[in-house]
């Protein structure tokens, strides 16, 4: 079975006076991983809920294969949704549940149970056929719900933060099912999360929203080393933001680099880009080297305060004070060469000016 390929045209929801979702455009390719990631409120559930068509849009078309399906009701589009709540049905056995959407669409017995255990199959859980939802842990009920929505071989999926109500490691667990599952069905998956770890984990790409507008649209490994706009930077993986109040060119070790004033106090050297005109400037926690070797030549280097080190498992997060405007997040891989840094030690950071990237706000 192949994906479908979804195009969005000027899609516009307005409720009274509020516009949830701005006009916006859209193309999801056939048999696309494709998330949509924004904060809390940002329009995701109502941008999936035009694609299902339980929610009407204010104006603009939502074309499946070059079919405009604007007017076609949630039944009629072959699609299969997976919601965070599982919504099983609580008196049905697990056959019995992903047996349903069949039943409803009269297909033959031996066929219905030939489609059931294929999917029962890939979501490992043919044993459990029998049990209630009820005797079930949340990540089952989840694979059930998944495997419901796919057992008519629906062209496109649609997940609305599936694993919101999953403990992290499970949830980690099921992402990978999830991707593997995709790469055997090879429907169009698109999947709704705020989560932005989530959505790089498993997307090929992703759009970024905020106040029902998408900001920007790529693969993850795009989006960020590329981000188009300060939100991007700051909401794919963490950034060090700076305001600049002011900007001039100057000659640091031989290099033409331009010299920016923050509003944060910190004066950054930066190498020449063509964006360097843009008023935000970003670094990268990674990017941010401490207590540097006497023979490194990075153009940035400030004395600062340990404030705090967080551990969170491959990695140490450190917040370094520079001042009291000026709090920088470093992250360092946490291997063995990691020497231990007490509180309040002071150290010096640097980064090279090409790690200052300005963006537009
Ligand atoms: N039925 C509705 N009536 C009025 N406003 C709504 C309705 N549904 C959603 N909204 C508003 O639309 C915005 C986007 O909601 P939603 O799509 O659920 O966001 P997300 O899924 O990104 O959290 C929110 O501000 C929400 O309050
Ligand atoms: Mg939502």
């Not at 009274?16 to 409120?41: I, R």
């Not at 997976?82 to 919504?87: A, G, K």
């Not at 999917?119 to 419901?148: I, K, T």
């Not at 540097?292 to 917040?319: E, K």
């Amino acid at each position: 079975m192949n994906g479908a390929r979804v195009e969005l045209r000027s899609i516009c929801k307005k409720y009274d006076d509020a516009c949830v979702l701005q006009p916006l455009d859209l193309v999801v390719e056939q048999g696309e991983f494709f998330a949509l990631l924004g904060p809390s409120g940002s329009g995701k559930s109502t941008l999936l809920g035009t694609i299902a068509g339980f929610i009407p849009p204010s104006s603009g078309e939502v074309v499946v294969n070059g079919d405009d399906i604007t007017g076609v009701p949630p039944h009629r589009r072959n699609l299969g949704m997976v919601f965070q709540n599982y919504s099983l049905f609580p008196y049905l056995t697990v056959y019995r549940n992903i047996a349903f959407p069949l039943e409803m669409r009269r297909v033959r017995p031996k066929e219905i149970k030939q489609a059931v255990a294929r999917v029962l199959d890939m979501v490992q859980l043919s044993h459990m056929a029998d049990r209630l939802p009820a005797q079930l842990s949340g990540g089952q009920q989840q694979r059930v719900a998944l495997a419901r929505a796919a057992v008519y071989d629906p062209p496109l999926l649609l997940m609305d933060e599936p694993l919101g109500a999953l403990d992290k490691n499970l949830r980690e667990d099921l992402q990978q099912e999830i991707r593997e599952f995709h790469r055997k069905v090879g429907a169009t998956i698109i999947y709704v999360t705020h989560d932005q770890y989530e959505a790089a984990a498993m997307a090929d790409r992703l759009a970024i929203l905020r106040n029902g507008r998408i900001e920007q649209c790529g693969s993850p490994h795009h989006l960020y080393n590329h981000p188009g706009n300060s939100f991007v930077a700051g909401f794919l993986g963490e950034a060090n933001l700076f305001e600049i109040t002011s900007k001039q060119e100057g000659i640091e070790n031989g290099n033409a680099d331009v010299i920016a004033e923050t509003r944060q106090g910190v004066r950054l050297i930066a190498a020449r880009s063509p964006q360097d005109d843009a008023a935000i400037a970003y670094i990268r926690p990674e990017s941010i080297v401490i207590n540097p070797s006497s023979s490194a030549t990075l153009a940035n280097v400030h004395d600062a305060i340990v404030d705090d080190i967080v551990n969170s498992g491959g990695s140490l997060r450190y917040r370094l004070r520079v001042t009291d405007n000026c709090v920088l997040t470093a992250r360092k891989p946490n291997d063995r060469s990691i020497a231990d840094l007490p509180l309040g030690e002071k150290v010096r950071c640097a980064w090279d000016s090409k790690e200052v990237v300005f963006v537009p706000r």
